[in-house]
């Protein structure tokens, strides 16, 4: 089965930093990654898909890379509605989906 | 608007069976990829089950042997029948939809709890 690892496991930032999240696959994945957030007490949001393709409604400050085994989220300039839990995901077609244990992005 | 309803979760002791609904507005459940998706209390999400548009159904190994999933099209509706529950089956049951072609959940519901305690 295919495992995800992100990292950090925890990070805090103020409000206007760059933040980069990273996850990485235990094997290949091309694109197949997708990126969500989840706010305590809320249901996850798709932020987005195919490693790079945003989802629609979502501020540009977020951005997606990466292709096979490391992928990025990166929020360009962190606003306050951005502290909250993200998660990656993989699809393949044996192990099928995965998420990974999430990154908790919380206040400085 | 796409919509999916949870519902059928609650306390069952260990051993029991239950089966959680997930209603479908906006789409056809027919022509969907649609799944389960839990998260146990303070933790992670964690992949259960899914069915595709063709019919052919897939589960977690954590969970494989012990649920299946099926859809009622007459009522757009998805079920989950989970039998010999574990404690650690106790989780928030989140139906979700996912689009064929992305790998991923675009559309989720708001949850049903699951509560395996004697």
């Known amino acids: 089965d295919i495992q995800l690892t992100q990292s950090p496991s925890t990070l805090s930032a103020s409000v206007g930093d760059r933040v980069t999240i990273v996850c990485r696959a235990s094997?290949?994945?091309?694109?197949?990654l997708a990126w969500y957030q989840q706010k305590p007490g809320k249901v996850p949001k798709r932020l987005i898909f195919k490693a790079s393709y945003l989802d629609s409604g979502v501020p540009s400050r977020f951005s997606g890379s990466g292709s096979g085994t490391e992928f990025t989220l990166t929020i360009s300039s962190l606003q306050p509605d951005d502290f909250a839990t993200y998660y990656c995901?993989?699809?393949?077609?044996?192990?099928?989906?995965?998420f990974g244990p999430g990154t908790k992005v919380d206040l400085k | 608007e796409v919509r999916l309803v949870e519902s059928g979760g609650g306390l069952i002791q260990p051993g029991g069976s239950l089966r959680l609904s997930c209603a479908a507005s906006?789409?056809?459940?027919?022509?969907?990829?649609i799944g389960w998706v839990r998260q146990s209390p303070g933790k992670g999400l964690e992949w259960v089950s899914i069915?595709?548009?063709?019919?052919?159904?897939y589960y977690a190994d954590s969970v494989k042997g012990r649920v299946t999933l099926s859809r009622d099209t007459s009522k757009n509706t998805l079920y989950l029948q989970m039998n010999s529950l574990r404690v650690d089956d106790t989780a928030l049951y989140y139906c979700a939809n996912a689009p064929w072609g992305q790998g991923s959940f675009d559309v989720w519901g708001q949850g049903t709890a699951v509560t395996v305690s004697s």
């Open positions: 094997q290949s994945i091309d694109n197949w």
């Open positions: 906006g789409f056809s459940v027919s022509g969907s990829y």
């Open positions: 069915v595709y548009s063709a019919g052919g159904t």
């Open positions: 995901q993989q699809f393949n077609r044996n192990s099928l989906f995965t």
